[in-house]
């Protein structure tokens, strides 16, 4: 399941640095994650890195991307593998 971020950031910025997929970035008015590419860090940490890092506790489970713990694992591979292919291009 894909992570977001509420109405209750504070814009603190240190989630975005903190995310291996690249995932968060500035909304309107706050922080936002991109479903498509968060992991919740799978394949890269144990735990989501900005959940860890996140001094008001606004980054919850998104109940609107479920995904498997599997399904995340395919998401980061894919991701990987699209890395790797615009690397090669460069």
Same mark, same amino acid.
């Given at each position: 399941?894909? &992570?977001?971020?509420?109405?209750?950031?504070?814009? #603190?910025?240190?989630?975005?640095?903190?995310?291996?997929?690249?995932?968060?970035?500035?909304?309107?008015?706050?922080?936002?994650?991109?479903? /498509?590419?968060?992991?919740?860090?799978?394949?890269?940490?144990?735990?989501?890195?900005?959940?860890?890092?996140?001094?008001?506790? #606004?980054?919850?489970?998104? /109940?609107?991307?479920?995904?498997?713990?599997?399904?995340?694992?395919?998401?980061? &591979?894919?991701?990987? /593998? &699209? /890395? &790797?292919?615009?690397?090669?291009?460069?």
């Amino acid at each position: 399941m894909a &992570l977001k971020i509420t109405d209750e950031c504070i814009n #603190c910025d240190v989630c975005e640095p903190e995310c291996p997929n690249q995932a968060i970035s500035m909304g309107p008015d706050f922080y936002v994650i991109d479903p /498509a590419r968060c992991t919740e860090c799978v394949g890269h940490f144990g735990e989501p890195q900005c959940v860890q890092v996140c001094p008001v506790e #606004c980054i919850p489970k998104d /109940a609107d991307h479920p995904e498997t713990q599997e399904q995340l694992m395919d998401k980061y &591979l894919n991701l990987q /593998a &699209l /890395a &790797l292919v615009v690397t090669e291009k460069v």
